[in-house]
C-alpha cells in the first residue's frame, strides 16, 4: 500500500490496522484458525495453479486493504482479463450462503467487485480496478494437505491430474451460471438493464476463460444437475456446490 500514491493512504491503513485489532478481540478461536487456513491455502493454491493449472495465468495477493475492506483474498490474472477470488476452507454452508448473498448485494448494487491497491503482475502496473467478477473457491483442510503433500514430494504428474483443478473449475462455473440468473432477473433489487448486460458480459468471458484454461468440458444443465454431490471427495467443495444450487 505504501508504493501507492493516494493521498488518503494513510487512513486506509489505519483503517486496516483497527479492522483487524476489532477482529483479534471479537473473533472466536474457529474463525481465526479459518483465516489462517485460508491464507495458507491462497499460497499453496497460487502455487499450484501458476505452476501446473493455469500456466498461462498469474494469481496474485491482495493488499490488506483489499482483502479486509474489498473482501479480496486475491486476483487471478489471465492476459489483461482479471476475476476477483474469495477462498475459504470452512464448510459451514450459512456462512457460505452468506457469501454468495454479498455478491448478490454487490450485483443489486451494479458494481461486483473492485480493487484499490493492485499491482498487477502482467503489466506490472499499479491499479485501482472496477467491475470484476467474483468467485468463490473452497476446498478441505484435508484436499490442501494432500496437494502439499504432492507438491513437497515432487509429484508433478500427480498434480497436474488431481481431480481438485477440475473441482476448482465446476465451481466456478455453476457460481457463473448462478450469478447470471441473478444479474440477469428484472425483478431483482436495482435491475439495469445496461448494466446487466455488462455484468453477464464479464461473467461470460470468465467461463470461456476458466473452460480453456482448466482444459474442461462445459457440463450440459441437465448434466450438471444429475451431478451427485458425492463425486468429489471433499466436504467443503460439496457444501459450496449445495449453497449455489439453493442460491
Given amino acids: 500500500m505504501e508504493e501507492f500514491p493516494y493521498e488518503n493512504r494513510k487512513d486506509d491503513i489505519n483503517l486496516v490496522g483497527s479492522r483487524k485489532e476489532k477482529a483479534l478481540k471479537e473473533d472466536t478461536f474457529e474463525i481465526k484458525t479459518s483465516y489462517i487456513q485460508t491464507r495458507i491455502f491462497e499460497a499453496l493454491l497460487g502455487t499450484i495453479m501458476e505452476l501446473h493449472w493455469l500456466p498461462e495465468a498469474f494469481l496474485s495477493e491482495t493488499s490488506d486493504y483489499d482483502d479486509w475492506i474489498n473482501g479480496a483474498d486475491a486476483v487471478l490474472e489471465a492476459g489483461p482479463f482479471k476475476i476477483m477470488i474469495d477462498f475459504t476452507c470452512q464448510k459451514d454452508k450459512k456462512r457460505l450462503h452468506k457469501k454468495i448473498e454479498g455478491i448478490n ?130 466436504s467443503v467443495y460439496q457444501a459450496l456446490m449445495a449453497a449455489v444450487a439453493e442460491g
Avoid: C
Avoid at 467491475?131 to 473452497?138: D, N, Y
Avoid at 476446498?139 to 497436474?160: N, P, Q
Avoid at 470468465?206 to 454431490?229: C, H, R, S, Y
Fill in 105 to 234: 448485494a454487490r450485483i443489486e448494487r451494479g458494481e461486483l467487485g473492485k480493487l484499490k491497491y493492485f499491482k498487477s503482475q502482467v503489466d506490472k502496473r499499479k491499479h485501482a480496478l472496477i467491475m470484476l467478477p467474483i468467485v468463490i473457491i473452497a476446498l478441505s483442510a484435508t484436499t490442501m494437505r494432500e496437494l502439499l503433500d504432492l507438491y513437497l514430494t515432487g509429484k508433478k504428474k500427480e498434480l497436474e491430474n488431481h481431480w481438485a483443478r477440475s473441482a476448482i473449475a465446476e465451481e466456478i462455473i455453476a457460481q457463473v451460471g448462478a450469478f447470471k440468473r441473478h444479474i440477469n432477473n428484472p425483478t431483482r433489487t436495482g435491475y439495469d438493464p445496461e448494466k446487466a448486460r455488462f455484468m453477464t458480459l464479464s461473467y461470460n468471458r470468465l467461463e470461456k476463460v476458466i473452460i480453456k484454461m482448466a482444459n474442461i468440458k462445459l457440463p450440459q444443465a441437465e448434466e450438471t444437475k444429475k451431478q451427485p454431490e458425492s463425486q468429489r471427495p471433499d
